[in-house]
Structures are given as C-alpha cells and as structure tokens.
C-alpha cells in the first residue's frame, strides 16, 4: 500500500540543526510533488516547504525561508528537509505529503491526499 514514513526528528538546541526525510512507497515517487507541513497543539496545519516531481520548483514558508531547504532523490523515493538555526518557535510535529502531478507544488494541505504518520521536532531555548 501506499505510505510515507519520516525519520530524522528529535531534540536540538536553538541554533541547531536536524535533517528530516521521508521515505515513499507504494507510488511512483516521481511522480509526485512533495511538501513538508507541521502542526503545534492547538493549531492548524502549518506549510513548511514544497517540490515539484523533479525538484525544479521549490517554495518554503516565509518563516522559514534561508533556514530551511527541502529536496529529494527519485531514486531512493525520499524527500529531506535540511533545518539549520533552528529556534524555539519550528517545535512541531512535521509530516510530509504527496500530490501526484507536475507543475507547481501547492502549498495547500488540502491539496494533498497521501501523508505521513509525522515526527516530532523539539527545540530548546
């Protein structure tokens, strides 16, 4: 069946920084825009990052753009998300979502049918 399992969370300092992946399975991953959402407590679902089928296309959130890059390997079906100085306020759980298609990765959860199971990310002040 079709999954999406992240890996890579955990516990940082502020300033620090963590690498999430996404390992895909059951679809053609290339075909496939993948995005990067997080959710506190409490809160809606957060866009964090996108890529288009072949990473031509990347969009992050402004409140992580130049910290934050999101890419992918089509032959191992996983897509990253690298997060350099890290502070207090990215504390979420972070999931990632497909959307088979080409063209720009919306950055509308809504708009993605197939997610992960999420991990969680904690930054200490």
């Known amino acids: 069946q079709v999954q999406l399992v992240e890996s890579g969370g955990g516990l940082v300092q502020t300033g620090g920084s963590l690498r999430l992946s996404c390992a895909a399975s059951?679809?053609?991953?290339?075909?496939?825009?993948m995005g990067w959402f997080r959710q506190t407590p409490g809160k809606e679902r957060e866009f964090v990052a996108a890529?288009?089928?072949?990473?031509?296309?990347?969009t992050y959130a402004d409140s992580v753009r130049g910290r934050f890059t999101i890419s992918r390997d089509n032959a191992k079906s996983t897509v990253y998300l690298q997060m350099n100085s890290l502070k207090p306020e990215d504390t979420a759980v972070y999931s990632c979502?497909?959307?088979?298609?080409?063209?720009?990765?919306?950055?509308?959860?809504?708009?993605?049918?197939?997610w992960g199971q999420g991990t969680q990310v904690t930054v200490s002040s």
């Open positions: 890529v288009s089928w072949n990473s031509g296309i990347t």
């Open positions: 979502a497909g959307r088979s298609g080409i063209g720009s990765p919306s950055i509308l959860a809504r708009m993605y049918p197939i």
């Open positions: 059951g679809l053609t991953f290339s075909n496939y825009a």
